[in-house]
């Protein structure tokens, strides 16, 4: 199901970086940068209601990477 939710919202996405590309008033720049902003919001609202689906029916898999505390903790911070 993820994909009938994430495929428009990309769409979405990448049409509004295509036009902040573009001349635009002050105002229109203002209100593609708050779509880019609310999309991309909502593309990592979907992404972790899909992980704690995935977390409920068990088929959630970890991965292993390289981790710099200082740095996790630099951005925790901010």
Known sequence: MSHEIRTPLNGM???T???LA???TPEQRELA??????GSTLLSILGDILDFSKIDHG???LQRRPL???QVRGE???
């Open 59 to 61: 088929s959630l898999e």
């Open 22 to 24: 573009s001349t635009l």
């Open 13 to 15: 996405i990448a049409t």
């Open 76 to 78: 925790l911070l901010n």
């Open 17 to 19: 970086q295509l036009m």
């Open 33 to 38: 940068e708050t779509i880019l902003e609310s």
């Open 68 to 70: 710099c505390l200082r």
